[in-house]
Each structure stands twice: as structure tokens, then as C-alpha cells.
């Protein structure tokens, strides 16, 4: 009996520092996990302060072609077409190309800042300026001849057509991107994106009134449309350059021949990211592409241009971080 008494006795004790190792065990999981949710909200706070107002500038530099898009169907089947297809075609592979084509940038402007070199900056950008804009060289004969590319891809004769005129009207967008990405990486390697989002609600408010004031109120349709759409990214470029030019002594020192040297260098990394980027808009392109050579084309590219632009919307958010 003394026997059992003692086994039973050394059951109970171990039974108690299994539950106390136990409840050691999930305080230690507790606080572990209220460790991580602390962390977690600490570092997204973090987060925010920086791809919160990238991607509330994205999203309304986006809006500015949502909005056009907007009043074109009100124009016509036709003429919604055509300015999904010079977007989406003409206008999509050289925003896909020049994005590329200044990608490197956001790494040479953060390793320069990153080192103490902010004088640096400013070169960079005006490097970047100078390819964008040598390559805006090529990329206009895609612009003059939307027609025959159109028409050779397939598509129809009467949004072909339109679409070429659409895009002659949307030249100046070339050169607006070509000064457009590289200020929007110059401002993002250090941190100040704030007034670059209220630039860009600024030229959303004015592009909105004033697609409705040319396009409906003077008639002047697509032609309206497309003034509109380049003014928005000239306002929003001109913002940006004034900003950059008052409130960054130290990283612009003025325009520069350093940014003529090492050109080369600075053209074989941005090949590379603009084939990679041209690449990934190449599928969305396919897409509106194929539709063309459906029946009643007009309305199909129509529908894959509504879908592609909300789609394009909410991708605006994830691209800011």
C-alpha cells in the first residue's frame, strides 16, 4: 500500500510540472505573439509613411486615364475603342519602355543617398532625363504610324484610323514620360512623396474639370481628351521639377555635364528593365489585341479595356509598395 501511495504521489508531482510547464509554455507563446503584433504594426507604420503616399499618387495619376476613358464612352463605341487601343497598344508600350528605361534609377539614386552622396541626385536624375528622352526619339515613329501598326495587328479600319489621330493628338505624353519617372524615383529614393501626392490630386481635380469643359462643353471630342491627358502630366512634372528645384539644395545643384559621362553604363542597365517590363505589359496587350479580331470588335476591346483599367486601379496600390 506505502508502495501505490508513493507511485501515486510521484504521478501527482509530475502531472503538476507538466500543467506548470505547460502554462509556461503558452505565456512564452503569448508574449511571443503579442511580440509579433507589435512589431508587425510598428514596422507597417513605418510602411505607410512611405508607400501610403506613392500609392495614393499612382492611383490618382491612373485616374487621370480612367477619366478619359469615362468620357470617350460617352462619345461613342467607336471612339472608346480607340482610346483604349492607343492606351493600351501605342501608348502602353512606351509607358512600359520608359518606365523600364528609368528604373534603375530608384537603386543609383538610394545607394547614393544612402552613402552620403546627395550631390549625386541630382546628376542621376539628369542622366536619366537625357536616355528617356533619347529613347522618346525612337518611340515616336510608333505614335505617326498607329495606322498601319493597328491594321497590321489586325484590328479595324475605322478604329484604326481614329486611334492614329487619337495618338498624333497624345505625342507630347512621350516626353511627358520621359520627365515624369525619373522625378517620381529621385523623390522616392528619399522619402518625400507627401507634396508629390497633393501635385497629383491637384492635376486630377484640374484634368476632371477640364475634360469636362473641352470634351462636352467645346466639343472638341478625342482632340479634347488627349489635351486634357498631357496637361495632367505636365502639371504634374512642372510640380515636381518646382518642388525639386526649391526644396533640394543639396541634391540639385543645377543642370550639369556630369550627366553626359557614363551614359553607356547607365543605357545597358536600363535595357535590360525595360525588356523585362515591356515583356510583362505585352500580356495585358495581347489581350486587347486578340479581342480586335472578334465580332462586333469595337464593343469587345471596350469591355477588356474597362475590365483591364479597374484591374489596373487596384494593381495601383500594391505598385506603391
Given at each position: 500500500?506505502?508502495?501505490?501511495?508513493?507511485?501515486?504521489?510521484?504521478?501527482?508531482?509530475?502531472?503538476?510540472?507538466d500543467?506548470?510547464?505547460?502554462?509556461?509554455?503558452?505565456?512564452?507563446?503569448?508574449?511571443s505573439?503579442?511580440?509579433?503584433?507589435?512589431?508587425?504594426?510598428?514596422?507597417?507604420?513605418?510602411?505607410?509613411?512611405?508607400?501610403?503616399?506613392?500609392s495614393f499618387t499612382r492611383?490618382?495619376?491612373?485616374?487621370?486615364?480612367?477619366?478619359?476613358?469615362?468620357?470617350?464612352?460617352?462619345l461613342?463605341?467607336?471612339?472608346?475603342a480607340?482610346?483604349?487601343?492607343?492606351?493600351?497598344v501605342i501608348?502602353g508600350?512606351?509607358?512600359?519602355f520608359?518606365?523600364?528605361?528609368?528604373?534603375p534609377?530608384?537603386t543609383l539614386?538610394?545607394?547614393?543617398?544612402?552613402?552620403?552622396?546627395?550631390q549625386?541626385?541630382?546628376?542621376?536624375?539628369q542622366?536619366?532625363?537625357l536616355?528617356?528622352l533619347?529613347?522618346?526619339?525612337?518611340?515616336?515613329?510608333?505614335?505617326?504610324?498607329?495606322?498601319?501598326?493597328?491594321?497590321?495587328l489586325?484590328q479595324?479600319?475605322?478604329?484604326?484610323?481614329?486611334?492614329?489621330?487619337?495618338?498624333?493628338?497624345?505625342?507630347?505624353?512621350?516626353?511627358?514620360y520621359?520627365?515624369?519617372?525619373?522625378?517620381?524615383?529621385?523623390?522616392?529614393?528619399?522619402?518625400?512623396?507627401?507634396a508629390?501626392?497633393?501635385?497629383?490630386?491637384?492635376?486630377?481635380?484640374?484634368?476632371?474639370?477640364?475634360?469636362?469643359?473641352?470634351?462636352?462643353?467645346?466639343?472638341?471630342?478625342?482632340?479634347?481628351?488627349?489635351?486634357?491627358?498631357?496637361?495632367?502630366?505636365y502639371?504634374?512634372i512642372?510640380?515636381?521639377?518646382?518642388?525639386?528645384?526649391s526644396?533640394?539644395?543639396?541634391?540639385?545643384?543645377?543642370?550639369?555635364?556630369?550627366?553626359?559621362?557614363?551614359?553607356w553604363?547607365?543605357?545597358?542597365?536600363?535595357?535590360?528593365l525595360?525588356v523585362?517590363?515591356?515583356?510583362e505589359?505585352?500580356?495585358?496587350?495581347?489581350?486587347?489585341?486578340?479581342?480586335?479580331?472578334?465580332?462586333?470588335?469595337?464593343?469587345?476591346?471596350?469591355?477588356?479595356?474597362?475590365?483591364?483599367?479597374?484591374?489596373?486601379?487596384e494593381a495601383?496600390?500594391?505598385?506603391?509598395f
Open positions: 500500500m506505502a508502495d501505490v501511495f508513493e507511485q501515486d504521489g510521484e504521478i501527482s508531482n509530475h502531472e503538476v510540472s500543467r506548470e510547464n505547460s502554462r509556461s509554455t503558452d505565456l512564452d507563446s503569448l508574449v505573439f503579442q511580440q509579433l503584433i507589435k512589431e508587425s504594426w510598428r514596422e507597417s507604420k513605418k510602411l505607410w509613411r512611405i508607400a501610403g503616399p506613392s492611383l490618382c495619376s491612373y485616374s487621370t486615364l480612367l477619366i478619359t476613358n469615362i468620357c470617350a464612352g460617352h461613342g463605341v467607336v471612339e472608346l480607340a482610346v483604349a487601343i492607343q492606351d493600351s501608348g508600350l512606351a509607358f512600359g520608359q518606365l523600364g528605361m528609368g528604373s534609377l530608384e539614386c538610394g545607394q547614393a543617398f544612402g552613402a552620403g552622396k546627395i549625386m541626385l541630382g546628376v542621376y536624375l542622366r536619366s532625363w536616355i528617356l533619347g529613347t522618346t526619339e525612337l518611340l515616336i515613329f510608333l505614335y505617326i504610324f498607329a495606322t498601319p501598326v493597328l491594321k497590321l489586325g479595324e479600319n475605322d478604329v484604326a484610323d481614329l486611334a492614329d489621330e487619337y495618338a498624333l493628338w497624345m505625342l507630347p505624353q512621350l516626353f511627358a520621359a520627365l515624369y519617372f525619373p522625378t517620381e524615383k529621385f523623390l522616392l529614393a528619399q522619402r518625400k512623396l507627401m508629390v501626392a497633393w501635385i497629383a490630386l491637384a492635376a486630377l481635380i484640374i484634368h476632371a474639370f477640364l475634360s469636362w469643359l473641352l470634351i462636352f462643353e467645346v466639343g472638341l471630342g478625342l482632340v479634347g481628351a488627349a489635351i486634357t491627358l498631357n496637361l495632367s502630366l502639371i504634374n512642372t510640380g515636381r521639377f518646382l518642388y525639386i528645384v526644396f533640394f539644395r543639396d541634391a540639385w545643384k543645377g543642370f550639369s555635364w556630369l550627366a553626359f559621362h557614363d551614359l553604363v547607365f543605357v545597358r542597365l536600363s535595357m535590360a525595360a523585362m517590363l515591356r515583356l505589359f505585352w500580356y495585358m496587350m495581347s489581350l486587347v489585341v486578340l479581342r480586335g479580331h472578334l465580332k462586333n470588335a469595337a464593343i469587345e476591346v471596350n469591355v477588356i479595356s474597362i475590365c483591364m483599367i479597374l484591374n489596373g486601379w495601383m496600390i500594391f505598385l506603391g
